[in-house]
């Protein structure tokens, strides 16, 4: 495919799934997919984004998004640069604005970001004249290449996303990965149902036309793609639900309660699992679970992300 022919997203940057529409969704997520040939392949590289720079600028810790974006960034050919906060001029004082901008001025083509703050991609890729910024997890805001994993982990799955009932269980609230997940699937066509204590629950959900409950046989009974959520104990101030033994005894998901399954339903979750408290390990590691799948899918879809925005090139991959 030559550099004319790449299909483009209609935006710079990604920020979040809220004003992707339906097809551009769909060209990440078939895009993914070709890629998918040579992530098993024995070389995995393809030339695409030979030449670029890109910086992988992460405030906050991660494992699956950095390691993953680092893989993509490699098997498209890229020169990959990773920034650590704590071992930057950052403990120094020096502002976002002014690691950006200085970041720039190094020729750096795309940065791919993770902060503790919600909007800090948004605020960079105000910053930026030329680069393309990617949000690999903003604060509670949105998550999006989580989101979009997740989306191509359900249509390999269950063969599509539209109609199917998604029930998405924990703290909504504090998730990126909920928020992302909740545009994407509305936006493909999926009808949610969200449960967890009241208090993990944004007040205003139900209005937006998400069914809400908070009973976990509830939201489970029915559901084809049941999505646990992560406690997010350092996300919280305290005092939102009694304990995690009595989060675990209500809405932990266990073999028992997934007895009110369909047959087919899977269990998904974005990781890192706190086990024994939102899932016991015997879901976790049971059959219906695809939660390494997901891992496997987000190097596909870092993948396509990153050469839609960067202007794809030459695949080479005939
Ligand atoms: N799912 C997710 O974002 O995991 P990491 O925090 O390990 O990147």
Redesign the pocket.
């Known amino acids: 495919m030559n550099a004319d022919e790449t299909p483009r997203l209609n935006r710079r940057h990604l920020l979040g799934l809220e004003d992707c529409s339906r097809e551009e969704i769909r060209l990440i997520l078939d895009t993914a997919d070709s890629f998918k040939e040579v992530i098993e392949r024995p070389i995995r590289k393809v030339p695409a984004l030979r030449g670029k720079n890109i910086v992988n600028l992460f405030f906050e810790p ?5 390691l993953s974006f680092e893989i993509a960034e490699k098997q498209l050919s890229a020169d990959t640069l990773n920034f650590t906060a704590s071992a930057s001029s950052v403990v120094k004082g020096e502002t976002l604005r002014d690691t950006a901008r200085n970041i720039e001025a190094m020729k750096v083509d795309c940065v791919v970001v993770r902060h503790s703050a919600s909007g800090a991609p948004l605020f960079l890729s105000q910053c930026l004249e030329r680069a393309v910024v990617v949000n690999a ?1 903003d604060g509670a805001h949105e ?1 999006p290449t ?1 989101g979009l994993l997740d989306l191509l982990t359900i249509r390999d799955h269950m063969g599509r996303i539209e109609g199917l009932r998604v029930a998405i269980m924990g703290d909504i609230t504090h998730s990126r990965v909920a928020r992302s997940n909740i545009w994407g699937l509305r936006t493909m066509g999926a009808s949610l149902v969200v449960c967890g204590p009241p208090t993990l629950i944004p007040p205003d959900l139900e209005a937006t036309g998400v069914e809400v409950t908070h009973r976990l046989e509830e939201a489970i009974d029915g559901a084809d793609v049941i999505y646990a959520l992560r406690i997010q104990l350092e996300r919280q101030q305290g005092g939102l639900f009694p304990s995690l033994r009595e989060y675990a005894r209500l809405f932990g998901i266990t073999p028992e309660r997934m007895a009110h399954a369909k047959p087919e339903a899977i269990v998904m979750h ?3 699992i706190n086990r024994g408290v939102e899932l016991d390990s015997a879901v976790a590691d049971g059959s219906r679970s695809v939660i390494l799948d997901q891992v496997t899918n987000g190097i596909a879809i870092r993948m396509a992300v990153l050469y839609l925005l960067n202007g794809g090139g030459e695949r080479e991959d005939a």
């Open positions: 991660s494992t699956r998004t950095r997890g998550h989580q974005p990781g890192p």
